[in-house]
């Protein structure tokens, strides 16, 4: 299990990476812990693939230190570091069979031959690929070429492992069950697993920790319950999961419990916030759709927010549904609600009037 | 050249096929059609008349009574060792010199597809400009180069460097350097074509897992561009075998290729059974490597189960 207690595995201290006069990465401290899963989160041109390239060494930052297991690697070139990396793409060796891929590590550390074999058969059967050892990549199905680089990937024994969109290649069902082998392999091998997804579904599940980048920046790092409930500003709200954000100013402070006005619902709204922030200052109200109860007859108010409006859309999933209200102004609102009891009638229709709460403390306050 | 690692759908593969049929066409029947007709000639007897060689078929008063072929012709060029040589001869120069043209093409298309796009297209451009000059043009211009008068050996004696002209004209060497010049873009073009394809990941791949840069080429680049390498050296050595122009022009008296002996024993000799037999052996000489080839290829698809 993730090991808090002693100096992190790897030390990233203020990494910055530019091509030519675009920053890739700018500024990014991060710490990866012995044995965790920590996942990098952002979409696509935030700067995650440049930082996983400089962690295996295939990019130099412009400026700021990368050290792992307290060794200045910065300047290491990658065939000398201990970080392997699961290309995106597989990368494996088409012109080798899955054995060789898996030996060709071991080949280049001039391990001896037998003791190859021995850790190759012991590798293929880590990721259940003995009956494939002789076959071409080309050979294999999605999943299959997956766990070959997986498997030559780990053949080493790095500290660290580099995971690039691991999951983006296969079927649904594939990843969900992939899903499981990753965190299943990471927590027997207690290696440092570092997963790069676009997918925060991937990140939420797999990962133990997440780091939210955006810009060659790191938003905010946390453990999925802190990213999601806890949010630090605006980008990762949005990024992650579905919310319902809005515009306001605070209108009244008053020790944790603070009031402001939102004109997109037209109401005021209560947050509880240990911020020191002045009345009259801009900030923003969030909430999540699961977060919001709807209801056709007026709700109790005490300690929770409350607005009105009428049923635009629907989408029912069985387990759920997802609601579209929209008020008198004509703000949405998103709402999703767990269908708990069996019936097929929904309790709330299309172009039913109804009343949306929630608890004042699932009301989320971002202030940038 | 194919790796034979993709596998196209059927309906591209039905099109491809179409659109393969007319240059077939094409070589039936200006290569094909031509081959047979050497082929017959090299059965026959040679005689002072025009055609200057007997006829294939018989006809007498009852029609057609029988086939007039000879073996005498072949029999003739394997006791007469002087052709033998000259196979040999011509095999080791078009071998060397496919061999420099693979030394210098493979680092050239190595260079050309590391460059970024449009400089890449403009040295692609580069390597295929020769061609808008005539073959024959190209080949005579060496003359004016390596004479003992001619520029190099005048600029050299000019600066001082010797004081006699090199001989670098009519020998082995000046069919070398005209081989590996007329050839080179035929080498450059297959290998670019096949190291362009390559997937720079699988290089970083290598490196990841402890190749250094030179080890990530021998170990990855190079055996995936074994198809490119045999492509381009079938397109130099085929061709360079049974070269005419090269050494009529540039190489010496001594210089033996068989396209020269080719040359002699269609117009000299005019003895044109020996002639078409020298060209059989010679096809059936190159058909061998093409042959090789394409059951390398195949045995790669095939060597997955």
Redo the contacts between chains.
């Keep these: 299990m993730t090991d808090t207690t002693s100096t992190p595995l790897v030390q990233i201290r203020e990494v910055t990476k530019r091509f030519g006069n675009v920053t890739a990465v700018d500024r990014v401290s991060l710490d990866f812990l012995r044995n965790e899963l920590f996942a990098i989160l952002g979409s696509s041109g935030c700067g995650k693939t440049t930082l996983l390239r400089l962690l295996a060494g295939f990019e130099q930052p412009t400026s700021g230190r990368i050290l792992i297991d307290g060794v200045d690697a910065t300047d290491v070139p990658p065939y000398d570091r201990p970080v392997n990396l699961m290309f995106q793409s597989y990368a494996l060796f088409p012109h080798m069979t899955v054995a060789e891929n898996v030996a060709y590590g071991l080949r280049k550390e001039r391990v001896p031959a037998a003791r190859i074999r021995e850790r190759v058969a012991e590798m293929l059967a880590m990721v259940k690929l003995e009956p494939l050892a002789a076959r071409k990549p080309d050979k294999l199905s999605g999943g299959e070429k997956q766990r070959v680089a997986l498997a030559r990937a780990l053949v080493k024994r790095p500290k660290l492992l580099l995971l690039d969109e691991p999951l983006a290649a296969l079927d649904k069902k594939l990843r969900q069950h992939t899903q499981f082998e990753i965190a299943n392999l990471q927590y027997q091998l207690g290696t440092t697993f570092v997963v790069v997804t676009h997918d925060q579904g991937e990140a939420m599940t797999l990962a133990s920790r997440i780091a939210v980048m955006a810009d060659g920046r790191i938003a905010q790092v946390g453990t999925p319950g802190q990213v999601y409930e806890f949010p630090a500003n605006r980008y990762v709200a949005g990024f992650v999961g579905n919310i319902n954000l809005f515009e306001g100013r605070v209108t009244g402070v008053d020790g944790g419990r603070m009031s402001l006005r939102c004109e997109a619902l037209g109401v005021e709204l209560a947050v509880l916030s240990d911020e020191a922030i002045a009345p009259g200052s801009a900030a923003c109200v969030a909430v999540r759709p699961e977060k919001i109860t709807l209801s056709r007859q007026a709700p109790e108010t005490k300690d929770r927010n409350l607005v009105k409006g009428t049923v635009w859309d629907l989408a029912y999933f069985g387990d759920q549904s997802l609601y579209r209200v929209r008020l008198k102004n004509g703000t949405e609102l998103q709402v999703s609600a767990q269908n708990l009891r069996r019936s097929a009638k929904l309790t709330v229709e299309w172009d039913d009037e109804v009343y949306l709460s929630w608890e004042i403390a699932s009301t989320i306050l971002l202030l940038s | 050249m194919s790796?034979g690692?993709t596998n196209d759908g059927g309906h591209s593969l039905r099109w491809l096929r179409r659109m393969v049929t007319l240059p077939y066409l094409w070589l039936l029947l200006f290569f094909l059609a031509p081959f047979l007709i050497i082929l017959k000639i090299s059965f026959a007897d040679p005689i002072v008349a025009q055609p200057p060689f007997t006829a294939l078929l018989e006809w007498g008063e009852q029609g057609f009574t029988g086939l007039k072929t000879t073996f005498e012709n072949y029999a003739f060029l394997f006791q007469d060792g002087y052709y033998g040589i000259i196979y040999l001869a011509s095999l080791k120069m078009a071998g060397i010199g496919t061999l420099l043209c693979l030394m210098l093409g493979y680092p050239m298309a190595y260079f050309i597809v590391r460059q970024p796009p449009r400089r890449r297209q403009i040295l692609l451009l580069a390597v295929i400009l020769p061609f808008w000059i005539s073959f024959l043009l190209r080949v005579y211009a060496w003359i004016g180069l390596l004479n003992n008068r001619g520029l190099i050996n005048n600029f050299l004696i000019s600066i001082g460097v010797i004081d006699h002209p090199l001989t670098m004209l009519y020998n082995d060497f000046a069919v070398y350097l005209g081989i590996v010049y007329s050839y080179l873009p035929f080498m450059i073009m297959p290998l670019y074509a096949n190291l362009e394809r390559l997937?720079l990941?699988?290089l970083?791949?290598?490196?990841?897992?402890?190749?250094?840069r030179w080890?990530a080429f021998v170990?990855?680049t190079v055996?995936?561009s074994v198809p490119g390498i045999i492509g381009g050296c079938l397109l130099v050595f085929i061709p360079a075998v049974g070269e005419f122009t090269i050494p009529a022009l540039l190489g010496g008296a001594d210089t033996l290729m068989i396209g020269r002996v080719l040359w002699d024993e269609f117009f000299i000799n005019r003895d044109w059974p020996v002639a078409s037999a020298v060209s059989v052996v010679l096809v059936l000489l190159l058909v061998a490597p093409i042959l090789w080839f394409q059951r390398l290829q195949r045995r790669e698809q095939e060597?997955?189960?």
Excluded: C, N
Aim: glycine share 4%; net charge negative; hydrophobic share 45%.
């Design positions: 790796d690692t997937d990941d699988l970083d791949a290598a490196a990841d897992l402890g190749a250094r080890q170990d990855v055996p995936l060597a997955a189960p």
